[in-house]
C-alpha cells in the first residue's frame, strides 16, 4: 500500500478515444504529479500541481489534460492521442514543500492503437 | 537547469556481491537527493533520500548512499546483493520551490545466482 492509488491499471484506446487516468492519494500531501515513463527514455515529468494549482506544465501536448478538483485526486484527461503516447503514466504526491520526498502510484500502463 | 546522470545502463552481477551505482547531478543549489527503486510494471518506492548533514544516509534492504559535493555525486551502494534486488534503480534530485523531482533515466541491475 503506497498510499497513491492510480486507476485504471491498464488501458487500451484507440487514437479517436477519450479516456481518464485517475490518480488519489491518501496521505494529506499539497503536491501532485504526472509522469511518463517511456522504454529507454528518462521519466519525463508532465505536470505538478500545488494546492489544486497547476504550477508546472512541462511543454506537454494538448491533448493530455490535466485536472485537480482537490488536493486528493489528479486526473489525466487524454483525447486524440497517437501511438508514440503509449507508456507508463506515473502519479505522484509529495508535501509540496522543500525535504519532502514523492510518493509514486503503481501507475496506468496505456496502449494507444 | 537541473540534471541527473546515471551512467550504467545495466549492470550485472553475482548474488552476494557487492553494488555500486553511480549518480551524478547538476544543479546550482543544495540538492535534495534521493534513490527509487522499480519493479517491472509497478510504481517507484524510495529507498532512501539525503537533504543534508551526514553524507552517508541508510535506507531500506540494506542500500546506502554517499552524497560528495566535491564530485556531484550521490552513488547508491550493498555490500552483498540478493537475487530480490535485481530491479531498476533511479537516482533523483528535487529541486525549486515546490520540489519538483527530476530523474535520471535509471540502471537495470541483474542479478546472476
Known amino acids: 500500500e503506497t498510499g497513491v492509488t492510480q486507476t485504471p491499471r491498464h488501458l487500451v484506446m484507440g487514437m479517436t478515444n477519450k479516456k481518464s487516468l485517475k490518480c488519489e492519494q491518501h496521505?494529506?500531501?499539497?503536491?501532485m504529479y504526472w509522469y511518463k515513463q517511456s522504454a529507454k527514455k528518462p521519466l519525463e515529468l508532465m505536470f505538478v500541481?500545488?494546492?489544486?494549482?497547476?504550477?508546472e506544465n512541462n511543454s506537454v501536448p494538448s491533448r493530455f489534460s490535466p485536472e485537480c478538483p482537490n488536493s486528493s485526486h489528479l486526473f489525466l484527461h487524454l483525447h486524440t492521442l497517437q501511438p508514440e503516447d503509449s507508456a507508463l503514466y506515473l502519479c505522484?504526491?509529495?508535501?509540496?514543500?522543500?525535504?519532502?520526498?514523492?510518493?509514486f502510484g503503481q501507475g496506468t500502463r496505456l496502449t494507444v492503437v | 537547469a537541473q540534471s541527473v546522470t546515471q551512467p550504467d545502463i545495466h549492470i550485472t552481477v553475482s548474488e552476494g556481491a557487492s553494488l555500486e551505482l553511480r549518480c551524478n547531478y547538476s544543479?546550482?543549489?543544495?540538492?535534495?537527493l534521493f534513490w527509487y527503486v522499480q519493479s517491472p510494471g509497478q510504481g517507484l518506492q524510495l529507498l532512501l533520500k539525503?537533504?543534508?548533514?551526514?553524507?552517508l544516509v541508510q535506507g531500506i534492504k540494506g542500500f546506502e548512499a554517499e552524497f560528495k559535493r566535491s564530485q556531484s555525486s550521490f552513488n547508491l551502494r550493498k555490500p552483498s546483493v540478493h537475487w530480490s534486488d535485481a530491479a531498476e534503480y533511479f537516482c533523483?534530485?528535487?529541486?525549486?520551490?515546490?520540489?519538483?523531482?527530476?530523474f535520471g533515466s535509471g540502471t537495470k541491475l541483474n542479478v546472476k545466482p
Open positions: 505522484a504526491s509529495s508535501q509540496g514543500t522543500t525535504n519532502t520526498e514523492a510518493f
Open positions: 500541481y500545488n494546492f489544486k494549482e497547476q504550477t
Open positions: 539525503y537533504f543534508s548533514g551526514d553524507t
Open positions: 496521505l494529506g500531501h499539497n503536491a
Open positions: 544543479y546550482g543549489a543544495t540538492p535534495y
Open positions: 533523483a534530485v528535487g529541486a525549486g520551490n515546490f520540489n519538483k523531482f527530476y
